[in-house]
């Protein structure tokens, strides 16, 4: 008998919502979501990952071997950027050696990702996968995850005021429930529109002069959770309105337009890209100070070396813009109760400096 395909990939924080939407709708393939990462996870990764490779490597690493566990037998990988453009090739060879057998496939070819190639690459995954399929799904899709991330905007700025304990993590759920169920773009658009109008009615007591806090770094730790012990949830326990830049959107196609505005905007810190989000996190430090927040905190893996690159930079615009900035960096070893308590000493700062 023939073994059925089932087809997986990492997990990273709500996105598997959209990209298993779209895996159901151009392929016959079984979709296996990745499990939430766990401590599990990354102990997993780490064990069979080279010690000084970059943490999001890892947490992959260890999201594929789950996946296999539970019967994946094909898996796919984003790639490109900095070094995340070789972690296919080394993941792929890694769990070879480990005894599974799969089939492994890159979405990004030549450090760029377009529709031609995306569906060139999802034909060679499943080859009976029609264009109108890819046609209409794919805008679909990327248009959900828009929408996603605009309502997250939202709650950044409101979940650290909520009347009612879990009210927009409740709504959120639901929402996102809500999304695997429509058909098409009006069904979406419906379905976005309600939610926007819901969240906007949950109750909030939130003061004129509260802390505002924004977060730069790192993709990855910026967009998963559970890589940065989920930072974001402290900060609205503190009643802090957050303002984090990275998201899909953002990647998919907010960088790309906005590249040279940037560059213009921090010309007197940095007159060209340094790699991955490097020169983007100058940009945002600089634009963070110019509307008034009160603190930046900047979080990436340990070793990124493009993170690395601009944080000199990022002092400097700090230091002329009288900013308070923590970094945080985490790797498997990372602590945290030592996140926490730096967290807190600089919460109090923050108040200090405010009052």
């Known amino acids: 008998m023939k073994e059925e395909r089932i087809i997986s990939f990492p997990h990273l924080g709500d996105y598997y919502i959209p990209i298993k939407f779209l895996l159901n709708k151009i392929t016959k393939l079984k979709v296996m979501e990745s499990p939430p990462i766990t401590k599990k996870t990354i102990d997993l990764g780490s064990k069979y990952s080279p ?7 890892k947490y992959n690493l260890g999201n594929f071997i789950e996946t296999l566990e539970k019967g994946a037998n094909i898996l796919i990988q984003a790639g490109g ?46 080859k009976k996968i029609p264009l109108w399929k890819m046609i209409y799904y794919l805008p679909l899709t990327i248009l959900m995850i828009r ?14 005021f909520e009347v009612e304990k879990n009210s927009f993590s409740n709504l959120k759920k639901e929402m996102l429930d809500s999304y695997t169920k429509c058909k098409g773009f009006l069904s979406l658009t419906k379905r976005y529109f309600h939610y926007k109008k819901a969240f906007k009615n ?44 990275t998201n899909v959107s953002y990647l998919l196609y907010q960088k790309r337009l906005q590249r040279r505005k940037n560059l213009r905007y921090i ?71 030592g996140i926490k308590t730096r967290l807190e000493a600089f919460y109090d700062m923050l108040t200090i400096k405010k009052g």
């Open 51 to 57: 010690d000084f490779v970059c943490i999001p490597f």
């Open 81 to 126: 950027g900095c070094r995340y453009g070789y972690y296919s090739e080394v993941q792929e060879q890694i769990l070879k050696d480990l005894g599974y057998h799969f089939e492994f496939y890159t979405l990004v070819d030549k450090d760029k990702i377009t529709p031609k190639s995306l569906y060139h690459t999802f034909k060679k995954i499943d």
């Open 147 to 160: 929408y996603m991330d605009n309502i997250d905007d939202f709650i950044r700025k409101n979940i650290g």
């Open 202 to 245: 949950l109750k909030v007591e939130k003061p004129e002069n509260c802390l505002k806090v924004g977060i730069i770094g790192e993709l990855y730790t910026s967009m998963e959770p559970f890589s940065s012990y989920f930072l974001e949830k402290e900060l609205a326990s503190m009643n802090i309105e957050i303002k984090r830049f």
């Open 267 to 337: 010309e007197k810190y940095c007159k060209y890209t340094i790699g991955a989000d490097g020169m983007d996190n100058i940009y945002r430090a600089k634009y963070l100070i110019d509307e008034g927040y009160d603190g930046i905190i900047h979080i990436k893996p340990f070793g990124c070396t493009p993170e690395i690159g601009a944080i000199p930079i990022i002092q400097k615009v700090c230091q002329d813009g009288k900013m308070p900035i923590i970094y945080f960096s985490f790797d498997s070893q990372t602590s945290e109760t």
